[in-house]
């Protein structure tokens, strides 16, 4: 699958670099012809000898080492690389290339390359979470920089929490996509919904729902990596839309369907994965509902079913549904996906740890037209993003 690739794989300081080797492993029995940069810091955790032994191929540390072949080291990896990958990426790391530092032989290297850079982050909780390394991760996305965000579980330190790298056969996966499908869905017209609506009850007040919109907005980012043409319609949230797309942001359900029916007649595919709310006060207040007698009765009426009547109007669309489930996700989710007339159903238990509201991780189980189930582990938002998007590909290519 990757015959003829060039990886060069960065391998930083932290205790997650013993997962590399079985990365690089699983590359080269793909065909991939791989070239290994270690940080010193790196070297304290695996030795230089391990990494030439499974890559096949001297391994380079020190930029004033003498040169194996007579060239500019960091210049002919950067040449030869179709991907440059760091495995695990530190905070350190990331916060010298977010600043153009090039002061070892790794980052002087991803300076000098034209090839994509895939960084997958691995640390301390703390240290993922801290701000710094937050602003960082958000300048080099901007800046093209391709992420595989970390998993939450046990960590090395002792601490539970995100910051665990993925496993290296998820990471293959990516890896495979960036260098094969990377552009898989060109020409193509995709409309994303995300995050949740807010019905007004009165000026200061809403009703709604937990969704922060992180599955939506992964969804967008990875239809634009792969070159789609994206539309993100999305409700309230606190996330920074992806660049490189049209971004639509409505309050109520009223305005997300008038934003979809808007732009359904002209895209390809919609993924609906906004939290919408059923319900609305039927005649929200004027003014600011003042707290008088022990209990207010707010009387609600339906909102308009948005994912029916886009799977009532569909003609060419491939339509793609969320199904947030507590209990009976299998029966719950095909009647939903037959009764609105959907290509896919994305269907998780949103009470499994991990799997909820606001979590950078999701556990979703897909379920196909034909009323095939596949489920997915554990795995970032993102992650699960580009699944979606293989088994839409799928579809698309099935449709043709």
């Known amino acids: 699958m990757l015959q003829g690739k060039t990886i060069v794989v960065g391998v930083t300081g932290g205790i997650a670099a013993y997962k590399t080797v079985d990365l690089i492993s699983r590359l080269r029995k793909l065909g991939a012809h ?22 096949g191929q001297p391994v380079v540390v020190d930029m004033w080492d003498e040169p194996i072949m007579w060239n500019v080291q960091h ?21 010298k290339i977010a600043h153009g530092i090039a002061d070892d032989m790794l980052t002087t290297t991803v300076m000098a390359t034209t090839a994509p850079v895939f960084l997958a982050p691995a640390m301390n909780t703390k240290m993922y979470i801290n701000p710094i390394t937050q602003e960082n991760i958000t300048r080099l996305k901007e800046l093209g ?81 792969r070159g789609a043409q994206v539309v993100l319609i999305s409700g309230p949230s606190n996330l920074r839309p992806p660049e490189g797309i049209e971004f639509i942001m409505v309050n109520t359900a009223a305005e997300m369907r008038t934003a ?22 039927k005649i929200p207040a004027a003014h600011k509902i003042k707290k008088h007698a022990e209990q207010m009765v707010i009387e609600l009426e339906k909102n308009p079913d948005i994912l029916a009547e886009l799977g009532e109007l569909k003609r060419h669309q491939i339509l793609v549904g969320f199904a ?13 996906l037959r009764r609105k007339n959907l290509d896919m159903l994305v269907a998780n238990d949103v009470t499994v740890a991990g799997a909820g509201f606001n979590s950078e991780t999701n556990l979703v189980k897909l379920l196909l037209a034909d009323g095939r189930w596949k489920s997915l582990p554990l795995m970032s938002k993102k992650e699960v993003a580009h699944r979606v998007m293989d088994e839409i590909l799928g579809v698309i290519q ?3």
């Open 75 to 95: 210049v002919s990896l950067a040449r030869k690389a179709d991907l440059l990958a760091i495995v695990p990426a530190t905070a350190n790391t990331l916060g």
């Open 324 to 336: 947030a489930e507590t209990q009976n996700l299998e029966e719950n989710a095909q009647a939903k």
């Open 398 to 400: 099935n449709k043709c």
């Open 145 to 225: 920089y391709l992420f595989m965000e970390p998993t939450s579980g046990h960590l090395a330190c002792g601490e539970d929490g995100v910051g665990r790298l993925p496993d290296p056969a998820d990471i293959v996966h990516r890896i495979i996509q960036i260098l094969s499908t990377q552009q898989d869905l060109a020409d193509r017209r995709i409309l994303v919904t995300a995050a949740g609506t807010q019905e007004p009850i009165d000026p200061v007040r809403y009703i709604g729902n937990h969704s922060s919109g992180k599955m939506g907005y992964a969804l967008a980012e990875v239809a634009r990596e």
């Open 34 to 55: 791989i070239h290994v940069i270690m940080t010193r810091a790196a070297t304290q955790f695996v030795q230089p000898l391990t990494f030439r032994e499974i890559s």
């Open 260 to 281: 979809v029916l808007k732009y359904y007649p002209e895209v390809d595919v919609v993924v609906k994965a906004a939290a919408v709310a059923d319900y609305r006060p």
